[in-house]
């Protein structure tokens, strides 16, 4: 068991760079179990690259990215894969297969672990569809296990896919502006859907947003990006407009006017 006085995550000295353009530089950062972090800051900030780093789904040309008390470019591919199916990431464009049934994107949450022979046959006859529909009654839509995906509004979808991540049961849950397709009402149904689930569920939450004011209303810390650097790292209830006019502000203070 993972001692829960330690990080769940943790960014050492963490730089990235893709061929000529260096999105992030020596970030230092540390988050523990059960916080709900806001990645804040303009587009090109280095947010979505910061969420894709802490899920290994890329590795960091300088530092290290440690994930549930594991180095993550240390490990061997099953080890790291292992501790990956630990890191659950819901997306923008809530990544679903269109022309499935809700169950089968649902059950797609258990691909990490059922070897093909199971996740073929799930496509002829669903199983653990139990399993699934807990799932979806818990974001809110059972009643859709068996309609199909792109019959769905946008922030249905969106609930599918938190559904998904649901059945995988990891114990981080990322989110790369999941509400930035959706409407101002949709996007506060899916924000308070998932301050429910991972406060219950007591799951630690990393979730990039362009939305300050949906970062402070369900996020208890906001950390601040800015060109690949940490602006700031506050908690809600301390972020200022000083703080936010700063970090969106076009130039940078020794820019020529
Ligand atoms: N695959 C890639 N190849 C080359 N450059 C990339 C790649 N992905 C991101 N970048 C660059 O890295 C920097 C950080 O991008 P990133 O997508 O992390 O920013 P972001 O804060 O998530 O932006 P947005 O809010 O628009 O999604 C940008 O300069 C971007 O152009």
Known sequence: MYPSTSPVLELKQVSHRFDRISALHHLNLQIRSGERVALIG???????????????????TQGEVWALGYPLSQLSGSKRRRVQRQIGTIYQQF???????????????HLGTWPFWKAALSLLYPLEVETAAKALHRVGIPEKLYERTDRLSGGQQQRVAI?????????????????ASLDPERSREIMALLQSLVQDLRRT???SLHSVE???????????LRHGQIMFDVPAAQLTTAMIDDLYRLKSP???A
């Open 254 to 256: 020794e820019s020529p």
């Open 95 to 109: 990544h679903l297969v269109d022309n499935l049934a809700v169950i089968h994107n649902v059950n797609a949450g």
């Open 42 to 60: 303009s587009s090109g900030a280095g947010k979505s690259t910061l969420l894709k780093l802490l899920n290994g789904t890329l590795l960091p």
């Open 163 to 179: 559904a998904r991540v649901l059945v995988q049961n990891p114990a981080i849950i990322l989110a790369d502006e999941p509400v």
């Open 214 to 224: 949906l970062a402070q209303i369900y996020c208890d810390r906001i950390i601040g």
């Open 205 to 207: 939450l990393i979730i």
